[in-house]
């Protein structure tokens, strides 16, 4: 039987693209939007280029103060309004325009629809392929099913999960032989925070 060693990170980015890879074979392209680099690209074309400034609207508040070794701003955590300092200020990034964000993703997402239309001209508007349609290639049933595998381990060292979701539980679409899938132990995590600090 074929091993694979992970960390609880990696095998995080396994699940992500077991996912992506069966969405873009059942012609969910509309995925490729959330992927993070295409995310980040799109964003930093309506991020405005210039140097921060008190009252600049960032995505970490309203800029208060600007030092050399940190910066303070307004805004709200879950706990009302209040200040925070940041010391990472090369981390403090400008808001994006986001209504043009919108409209430029609202754009691509239509030119990925006209896409799917290429390639099989029954679909519909937001349409794709079901994982059980005949025309989905048996890999991406596997790949569903490793994931589910994967996120399911993840459920149940959640010590706040619910039934309710998704990854409670195991729906197999395809005939992959029982997959075992296990987690970094309380140690090993406390191993690699400490190897990280020494």
């Known amino acids: 039987m074929a091993k694979i060693e992970l960390n609880n990170e990696q095998l995080r980015i396994i699940q992500t693209a077991l996912d992506f890879y069966s969405r873009v074979g059942t012609l969910q392209f509309e995925e490729i939007l959330r992927h993070p680099t295409i995310e980040k690209c799109l964003m930093e074309q309506f991020r405005p280029i210039k140097k921060l400034e008190v009252g600049d609207s960032t995505e970490r508040g309203v800029v208060v103060k600007i030092t ?8 709200s955590w879950g706990n009302g309004e209040e200040i925070r300092k940041w010391t990472d200020i090369d981390n403090i990034k400008i808001s994006i325009d986001y209504g043009a964000y919108h409209n430029h993703r609202f754009l691509i997402s239509n030119i ?3 896409c799917k239309r290429y390639i099989d001209k029954s679909l519909i508007d937001k349409q ?30 959640n010590p706040n999960r619910s039934n309710m979701t998704v990854d409670s539980s195991l729906s197999l679409t ?25």
């Open 68 to 75: 050399n070794k940190y910066v303070k701003t307004k805004g």
């Open 128 to 157: 794709h392929f079901g994982i059980y349609s005949d025309k989905v290639d048996d890999s991406c049933r596997v790949s569903f099913d490793i994931l589910q595998y994967i996120r399911h381990e993840f459920w149940k060292e």
């Open 112 to 114: 990925i629809e006209s």
């Open 174 to 198: 395809s005939e992959t032989p029982h997959i075992k899938v296990e987690l970094d132990s309380v140690s090993d995590i406390r191993k690699r925070k400490l190897d990280k600090l020494g």
